[in-house]
Each structure stands twice: as structure tokens, then as C-alpha cells.
């Protein structure tokens, strides 16, 4: 038998409320204002939050479910965004206490937080690849009518007698 649903005060009561799951959006419609986080950010990430968020909202592309990997994003990016100082302060080469000398760590460090973050991007359509895959609004930088026709789509319209070559002409 299913469990019923706890109203957002039985939530509260234990202590296992979160405003992000709260909305009264549902899950497949892209949201108009940015929520606050759904967990604590500290202030590089917060901006980072800020800023990807209002621009998927611009697109259309953020929507209730993805709150939590735009966090996870501005935290990975902001963790990136240490490193890379601290890597550069302090050489990409470090001395070892024994005289032997070590990749600095926080190269190590930074480069999987870009890692983690460019997987992210690609879940919240922020990159290219991950614009194509959703099929959002921003699926292409390229205009429609710019966009070459794709060759095998051609060669089965010619054979299967569909193709009109005024629809595939440059314009002069």
C-alpha cells in the first residue's frame, strides 16, 4: 500500500523540509525566478548559482529539478576556481619534505572539480554538447537556415524519390 504524501508542516516538524521540493511547479515546466539554493553555499558558489541560474532561466531551460545539480555546479566550479589560485600560487611543482619533489596537489584537485563541473554542465545544458542533447531552445549556436543539410538524410530522400533540389540550393 502506498504511502501518503506529508504535508509540508509534518515535514517541518521533522526537520526534513526543503523549500526547492515545496514549489508549486511542477517538474516538467521551466521555472520564471531563480530559488535560493537547496543547500548551503558558500559565497564564490552562491554567485556562480546566481549567475548560471539566471541565464537557463532566460532560455527556458531550468526547471524544479535541476536546482540541485545547478548547486553541485557552483560548488564544483568555485572548488575549481581555488585550486587553480592555490596551484598557481604555489607552483606546479612542490619540494617534499624528504627533498623529493610532487605535482602541486591542487592540481589534482582542480582538475577534478572541472571535471565534475563539465559533467554537470552537460546535465544543465550549459555546454554545446549538452544544449544538443536536451534539444532546448539554445540545441544549436548555428541559425536553422545555416545549418548544412545532413548528407545521408539527402542521399535517402534522392532514393526514396522525395528530394527537391530547390529546397537544397544556396541562395545566390
Known amino acids: 500500500m502506498p504511502q501518503r504524501r506529508k504535508s509540508i508542516e509534518e515535514l517541518k516538524s521533522n526537520g526534513t523540509f526543503s523549500p526547492h521540493r515545496a514549489k508549486d511547479v511542477p517538474a516538467g515546466l521551466s521555472l520564471l525566478t531563480l530559488p535560493p539554493p537547496p543547500f548551503k553555499l558558500a559565497n564564490p558558489a552562491l554567485t556562480y548559482y546566481n549567475e548560471e541560474g539566471q541565464n537557463l532561466i532566460e532560455l527556458g531551460m531550468l526547471k524544479n529539478s535541476d536546482l540541485i545539480t545547478l548547486a553541485q555546479y557552483a560548488n564544483e566550479v568555485a572548488i575549481y576556481v581555488q585550486a587553480s589560485t592555490e596551484a598557481s600560487n604555489g607552483g606546479l611543482v612542490v619540494e617534499l619534505s624528504n627533498g623529493m619533489s610532487a605535482q602541486n596537489q591542487y592540481r589534482k584537485i582542480a582538475a577534478d572539480a572541472l571535471k565534475n563541473s563539465m559533467a554537470l554542465a552537460d546535465r544543465l545544458g550549459l555546454s554545446p554538447k549538452g544544449r544538443h542533447t536536451m534539444k532546448g531552445p539554445a540545441a ?18 534522392m532514393m526514396n524519390g522525395t528530394f527537391e533540389e530547390k529546397e537544397h540550393r544556396q541562395n545566390d
Open 140 to 157: 544549436f549556436d548555428t541559425p536553422p537556415d545555416l545549418v548544412e543539410p545532413d548528407p545521408f538524410v539527402l542521399i535517402q530522400k
